[in-house]
Nanobody, 121 residues
Framework: QVQLVESGGGLVQAGGSLRLSCAAS????????MGWFRQTPGKEREFVAL????????VSADSVKGRFTISRDNARNTVHLQMNSLKPEDTAVYYC??????????????WGRGTQVTVSS
């Protein structure tokens, strides 16, 4: 079991940047691939980015490629999502996830409670 707590969300203007962080406790984060998903009201949760246990492999959604960067610090049991060139359509609750695979299916792994990101136009 692993517990995940997100931080770093907030309100930002379009074109701005935010950095999300996720702190893991319980089992060590290095035992899991970790990543981020997001959800807006009335829509299904969608994949954003994942990073492998070692941090050497990443996968990301086409909608965020070139703008969002995922990274991790296994010594601190944390994973980060640097979000640049934010767009209003990036507005969502962002959830941290820990899982045993880089497969992007939503219904896998452990979840944090989410952090709100709002991008104003």
């Amino acid at each position: 079991q692993v517990q995940l707590v997100e931080s770093g969300g907030g309100l930002v203007q379009a074109g701005g940047s935010l950095r999300l962080s996720c702190a893991a406790s319980g089992r060590t984060a290095s035992a899991f691939a970790m990543g981020w998903f997001r959800q807006t009201p009335g829509k299904e949760r969608e994949f954003v980015a994942l990073i492998s246990r070692s941090g050497t492999s990443t996968v990301s959604a086409d909608s965020v490629k070139g703008r969002f960067t995922i990274s991790r610090d296994n010594a601190r049991n944390t994973v980060h999502l640097q979000m640049n060139s934010l767009k209003p359509e990036d507005t969502a609750v962002y959830y941290c996830n820990a899982r045993s695979t880089l497969a992007t299916h939503v219904a896998l792994g452990y979840w944090g409670r989410g952090t709100q990101v709002t991008v104003s136009s």
